[in-house]
């Protein structure tokens, strides 16, 4: 079975500082897809950043980024340049092929003025 | 972008009656839609993906006679939550994808509350 790992319940970081989020998966696959999404108190679910596994290169989108290390099995998230509206829960996850997408317990992201 | 709307956002409604909670992908076709739960300060549980045509497929511990799902076209599935109790509280959430390689696209969920 698939599962992901956050383990970090909650983090905190200084408004324009940079943060980094941690995710392990485990998987016996060799093609999936990983995610990162952000839930805001308004719990919509917000795709930030996806990687497919069969790219070496990390995926970027503007201040978000990630380390993505299949051999281990980590994925994790860098914010640079936080800013007051990232404060939000972040989940890690993973989906095969067509099947259905399984997250992490979350990670909350608080970020001070 | 891709956009799947859920409705009603919130309900409240009394033990032992049912609820109905609608999914819709406004500008794609979803042969397959996913229904999520979450508890307050919890994760995404799946609950069951809904097939259209089909029968859904629950995940171990759902009540599929509970926990009603019915995805009669490509861009509709529904869940009805029936015979609700206050354990039934939750957050429900619905997502599909709009291609192949996207990541999926979720509805903005229905807060549930059976008192």
């Known amino acids: 079975a698939q599962t992901v790992t956050q383990s970090q319940p909650e983090m905190s970081v200084q408004e324009a500082e940079t943060v980094t989020l941690s995710c392990t998966y485990d998987?016996?696959?060799?093609?999936?897809?990983l995610f990162w999404y952000k839930q805001p108190p308004s719990r919509q679910m917000i795709l930030v950043i996806r990687?497919?596994?069969?790219?070496?290169q990390n995926a970027t989108e503007n201040r978000f980024s990630v380390n993505f290390q299949k051999a281990a099995k980590s994925f994790s998230l860098k914010i640079s340049d936080s800013q007051l509206g990232d404060a939000a829960m972040y989940f890690c996850?993973?989906?095969?092929?067509?099947?259905?997408?399984?997250f992490g317990a979350g990670t909350r992201l608080t970020v001070k003025p | 972008g891709a956009v799947v709307s859920q409705h009603p956002s919130w309900v409240i409604c009394k033990s032992g009656t049912s609820v109905k909670i609608e999914c819709r992908s406004l500008?794609?076709?979803?042969?397959?839609m996913f229904w999520y739960r979450q508890f307050p300060k919890q994760s995404l549980m799946l609950m069951a993906t809904?097939?259209?045509?089909?029968?859904?497929?629950?995940e171990q511990g759902v009540e599929k006679d509970k926990f009603l799902i019915n995805h009669a076209s490509l861009t509709l599935s529904t869940l009805t939550v029936t015979s609700a109790h206050p354990e039934d509280s939750s957050f429900y959430i619905c997502?599909?994808?709009?291609?192949?390689?996207?990541?999926?696209?979720f509805g903005s969920g229905t807060r549930l509350t059976v008192v």
């Open positions: 500008d794609f076709q979803a042969t397959t």
């Open positions: 809904s097939n259209e045509g089909s029968k859904a497929t629950y």
């Open positions: 996850a993973y989906r095969r092929n067509n099947n259905d997408m399984r």
């Open positions: 997502s599909a994808r709009p291609g192949a390689r996207d990541g999926y696209t």
């Open positions: 990687q497919e596994a069969y790219k070496q």
């Open positions: 998987t016996s696959e060799s093609d999936y897809y």
